[in-house]
Every structure is written in structure tokens, then in C-alpha cells.
């Protein structure tokens, strides 16, 4: 290890590279650090609405009546096994800070955003692109778009299921070069086992691994053991699995609704209106279409893989959100801000292997008249400035977001020091029952959980 980073330390002291690791370290700095001290500044130690579900477990942790259900039970749609193991494992430790859970989303991310740096490396040949990418990439991963995952420490599972997701695609990237069931294929069967317990559209990260096994040719005997894993952890999933019906019937009777939607959800990281967010979406499909057809052509599939399965990832989120939400809560529903904590791996799938395509295709169109080079730039810059101005307007959308519920939370903490009776009605900011909220509020004033 020492050897590795003695190794690393001596490349970038070289002159010829000092000035692509100050341009990697500002591009992408900037952004992971603006998210962080949003993070930092806006959190406020204060449980809110479903977190208040580790309320009861601590309570029966301390009680002894806790057993392995209260990890297992569903939670709405969603069986949160692991987030719940390591966010009530920090709770026993830090006596309930839920600011920890807040610092551990982008701790979190931010071990996802490596993993996706390590295969991104290893996909450009070009340090340009590279660092376009992996800025493009950062912007992205870090808005403060979904400045209610950002502020909420329960929204810990969107987080850990985009690692956990980007884990498995790693681990099949890393395998790619075996025909063998190796240590780096069963870190990718991890991730998807993680991923299938934390999220219901967690379920999915098999399919994205499936598209990344395809992609690159992997050996029958890795189909057949991701496969057969699969299907015995969905199975599992869905034992005694209460389903509430309705979504996928509206999905069907109003298929082109559903198309909206699905645009919708793909676009809304780089579109701030539902207007906006369907153009871009429309931009973004358009884009992933004809970079595959390029790649494709190019016999580069198992190149790209990486980015083509977190793409679907982000793909087939949508489609299962519209057949679930869209008949309950409408078209415009796409446009929840917690959403897009997924919905951005489609677009950086999708930009990370158009900007492959265009590093494959340089050389050639390098070689256009200058007419054409002039038409092709004016182009992208017709693509790229609304796509841009709508990522800036949904950048401030956030943080102006992110202010308001930190002002909501230190409402609700307020409320935790004072509350003496089931009638306050400051028990309605942090939970809508107020008879529930207080009951749930003893609890951790019995046991000495939750020091605010």
C-alpha cells in the first residue's frame, strides 16, 4: 500500500502533471466541498416524521423486546435492513445524533463518487475528458437538489443504495478481465444484495449488473450464479411482502402520462420545471440513443459497461416509480426533490458515454470541414446552455430548499425541549399524529437517547 501511494505522491510532483492535478482538484473540489458545508451548516439534530421509526427500535433495544423483525418489516414499499443496521448501530454509539446520519449521506456519496472516478479512469484514454467527466460527474452527485435527502438522515437508504448500486457495477468493472468467479465478482454480488435490502427499487441493481455482464461478454458461469443469486434474494425480499396495488394499472391505461412521468424523473437533475425537466429528459434519451448506436458500432460495449448499467439503474428507477406513484399522486409527482438523488445516474451515465463517444469519434471529427465543425458547436451549444441555465436555477432551488427545512428543524428541536403535554401542537412539526409524537417522544426521553 505504502509502495502505491509512494508511487502516486512521486507522479504528481512530476511538472507535466502538476497542472491536470490542480485543474482535477479545482473542477471537482469545488463542488463536493459547497455540498459539504451546506451539509455541515444546515443539519440540525432533530428527528423528523419517519425517522421516528428508530425511536421505537431503541426503545425496544433498551427494553428487550427488539428482535430481528423490527429490522426485517417492510417500511411502506421497502425493506431497509442494512440502513437500518448501521444507522442504529451509529444511534446506540452517538446517543441518536441524527446530525451524524446527515454527515454519513455525504460520506457515503462520497465513497460512491470514487468508485464511479476509478472506473471513469479507466474508460477515457484522454485526461481532458477525464476531467470533464468527473467535474460533470460531481456537480451532479452533489447538488443540492434533493435538499430533503441532503437534511434528513433517514434519507440515508437513497444514498447507501446509489453505493451499494455503484459497489456491484465496480466490483463485475474490476472482474470484467476474468472468466472466474473471483473476490471482485462476490463484492459485486455484496452490492446487490445490500442494494436489494435497502430500497424497493433496489431490486434493480441485479438488472443493472445483468446489463453490465451482457455488455462485456461475461462467461456463462457468471450469468448463471448473478442470476440464480438474484432470483433467491428477490424471492426473499418479497416473503410475506404486503404490495399496495393501484400504480401499474394507471401505467397502463395512460401510457403516454407514463412516458411524461418517466421523462420527467430523468430530467428534473438538469431541468427545474416539469416544462423543463421533460425537455431535458427528452435531450438525455436522445443523447444515451445515439451515443449506444456509436459505441455499439465501435465494438466499445464492454468498455462503457460501467456507466451503461448505472444509466439503467437510473432508467428502469423511473419506469418502476411511474408504475407505482403516477396513478396515486399524478404526472407531476416525478418532480420530487428526494428523487433525484437516483434519477442523476441516469444523466451521468448518459453524459459519461457521450463523452466517450466523442473521444472515440475525435479523430474523425477532427477531420470536418470547418462549416460542419461550426454547425456541430453551435449544436451542443443549443443543447448545452438551457440544460446548463436549468442546473444553475435548480442548483440555488436547493440551497434556498435546504434553508427553509433547516429553519423547519429547528423548529422541531425547539419543540423536543419543551413539549410537556399529547395536546402541544408543535407535536404536528415533526409528526402528524400528535398523541403518536408524544408517546414517541417519551421514549427517548426515558432512555436518554437523543441529547438535543
Not at 459539504?36 to 423528523?48: D, L
Not at 446520519?101 to 484522454?126: C, D, H, P, Q
Not at 465496480?170 to 444484495?193: P, R
Amino acid at each position: 500500500m505504502k509502495k502505491h501511494l509512494r508511487s502516486a505522491l512521486e507522479q504528481i510532483r512530476k511538472p507535466k502533471n502538476r497542472s491536470f492535478v490542480l485543474t482535477f482538484a479545482l473542477t471537482v473540489g469545488l463542488p463536493v466541498l459547497l455540498l459539504f458545508w451546506f451539509v455541515a451548516t444546515k443539519s440540525v439534530n432533530a428527528p423528523f416524521w419517519d425517522q421516528w421509526i428508530y425511536a421505537d427500535i431503541l426503545g425496544k433495544i433498551h427494553n428487550g423486546t427488539f428482535t430481528l423483525h423490527d429490522i426485517w418489516v417492510q417500511h411502506n414499499e421497502h425493506r431497509l435492513v442494512f440502513p437500518k443496521i448501521i444507522q442504529l448501530s451509529v444511534a446506540m454509539v452517538t446517543q441518536w445524533n441524527v446530525r451524524v446520519e446527515v454527515i454519513m449521506n455525504f460520506l457515503i456519496t462520497l465513497s460512491a463518487y470514487g468508485l464511479m472516478l476509478w472506473m471513469m479512469w479507466r474508460t477515457f484514454k484522454n485526461r481532458a475528458f477525464f476531467i470533464a467527466g468527473a467535474a460533470v460527474t460531481a456537480w451532479l452527485l452533489f447538488s443540492p437538489l434533493a435538499y430533503i435527502n441532503w437534511t434528513w438522515g433517514f434519507q440515508f437508504a437513497f444514498y447507501f443504495s446509489v453505493f451499494a448500486t455503484t459497489l456491484a457495477v465496480w466490483g463485475l468493472y474490476k472482474n470484467s478481465a476474468s472468466n472466474k468467479l473471483d473476490a471482485w465478482f462476490w463484492v459485486a454480488v455484496a452490492g446487490a444484495i445490500m442494494c436489494n435490502y435497502s430500497m424497493g427499487n433496489g431490486l434493480l441493481a441485479w438488472a443493472a449488473g445483468s446489463v453490465m455482464l451482457l455488455s462485456y461478454g461475461a462467461a456463462k458461469n457468471k450469468l448463471i450464479v448473478w442470476h440464480a443469486t438474484a432470483v433467491a434474494s428477490v424471492a426473499l425480499y418479497f416473503y410475506h411482502f404486503h404490495l399496495s396495488g393501484g400504480g401499474l394499472t394507471a401505467l397502463i391505461k395512460r401510457p403516454l402520462e407514463g412516458l411524461q412521468y418517466i421523462l420527467q424523473y430523468l430530467g428534473h437533475p438538469l431541468g427545474a420545471r416539469p416544462e423543463t425537466a421533460l425537455m431535458a429528459g427528452i435531450i438525455l434519451v436522445t443523447i444515451a440513443g445515439l451515443s449506444l448506436w456509436i459505441v455499439w458500432r465501435k465494438k466499445e460495449l464492454a468498455r462503457v459497461s460501467p456507466w451503461l448499467a448505472l444509466g439503467s439503474y437510473g432508467l428502469l428507477t423511473a419506469l418502476m416509480a411511474a408504475a407505482s406513484r403516477m396513478g396515486p399522486f399524478g404526472v407531476n409527482h416525478s418532480m420530487s426533490f428526494s428523487y433525484t438523488t437516483i434519477s442523476v445516474l441516469f444523466s451521468i451515465g448518459t453524459l459519461i458515454l457521450a463523452g466517450y463517444a466523442a473521444e472515440t469519434s475525435l479523430r474523425k471529427i477532427l477531420r470536418w470541414r470547418p462549416k460542419y465543425l461550426l454547425a456541430a458547436g453551435a449544436m451542443i451549444g443549443l443543447i448545452a446552455y438551457p440544460l446548463g441555465t436549468a442546473y444553475v436555477e435548480n442548483y440555488i432551488t436547493g440551497v434556498g430548499k435546504m434553508s427553509e427545512q433547516s429553519e423547519h428543524y429547528k423548529k422541531v428541536q425547539a419543540c423536543l425541549y419543551s413539549a410537556q403535554s399529547a395536546d402541544d401542537p408543535c407535536l404536528l412539526t415533526f409528526f402528524p399524529d400528535k398523541q403518536q409524537a408524544w408517546d414517541k417522544l417519551q421514549i427517548i426521553r426515558e432512555f436518554g437517547w437523543g441529547r438535543f
